[in-house]
T-cell receptor, first 112, second 110 residues
Framework: NAGVTQTPKFQVLKTGQSMTLQCAQD?????MSWYRQDPGMGLRLIHY???????DQGEVPNGYNVSRSTTEDFPLRLLSAAPSQTSVYFC???????????FGPGTRLLVL | SQQGEEDPQALSIQEGENATMNCSYK?????LQWYRQNSGRGLVHLIL?????REKHSGRLRVTLDTSKKSSSLLITASRAADTASYFC??????????FGAGTRLFVKA
């Protein structure tokens, strides 16, 4: 199993550009989530999904969209990038009954 | 503000010593988890303790949970240089939401 994969590993955007961060898992996990990690702030939950077709907002959802059309994929869309969205983004997945989350390697995003 | 707050923010110890990190949280939880993050890498799950448990062990790790004080502690015994990392507590809430604290940076000197 590849586990949780994220692409790209690194991305530079200009203010106002849009992009999609990809996340996929091959463990048949129902629960997937997106976090951003900023220095000194730990991880903050952006959006999460408890299954295909079901998504909900986390702590910091503004400026981001998600969808969950399949169990395997959970893309995160930045609608109009802003410098405040410069961060490292982590995707995670788990079985709801197990609660332990498996994290991807992260995507470093720089918005100029 | 975040649900979980770790204390201390940073900890430096000698190899062989024990390291204790604390986590306080604000609301009712289903479980509390501890994760480790090596520099520049993703997080790795260490241990989960449920709200009806008080103590749990896994190898050199010991976790306690006091729901009346809304706090938890992670003890790493006989630390090694390889334990150098950031450690995060995460609270599992209703609806499978998991909220992370800001983390404790542990540095173990050889």
């Amino acid at each position: 199993n590849a586990g949780v994969t994220q692409t790209p590993k690194f991305q530079v955007l200009k203010t106002g550009q849009s992009m999609t961060l990809q996340c996929a898992q091959d463990m048949n996990h129902e629960y997937m989530s997106w976090y951003r990690q900023d220095p000194g702030m730990g991880l903050r939950l952006i959006h999460y999904s408890v299954g295909a077709g079901i998504t909900d907002q986390g702590e910091v959802p503004n400026g981001y969209n998600v969808s969950r059309s399949t169990t395997e994929d959970f893309p995160l869309r930045l609608l109009s990038a802003a410098p405040s969205q410069t961060s490292v983004y982590f995707c995670a997945s788990s079985y709801p009954s197990k609660e332990t989350q498996y994290f991807g390697p992260g995507t470093r995003l720089l918005v100029l | 503000s975040q649900q979980g707050e770790e204390d201390p923010q940073a900890l430096s110890i000698q190899e062989g010593e024990n390291a204790t990190m604390n986590c306080s949280y604000k609301t009712s939880i289903n479980n509390l988890q501890w994760y480790r993050q090596n520099s520049g890498r993703g997080l790795v799950h260490l241990i989960l303790i449920r709200s009806n448990e008080r103590e749990k062990h896994s190898g050199r790790l010991r976790v306690t949970l006091d729901t009346s004080k809304k706090s938890s502690s992670l003890l790493i015994t006989a630390s090694r240089a390889a334990d150098t990392a950031s450690y995060f507590c995460a609270t599992g809430l209703e609806g499978f939401k998991t909220i992370f604290g800001a983390g404790t940076r542990l540095f173990v000197k050889a």
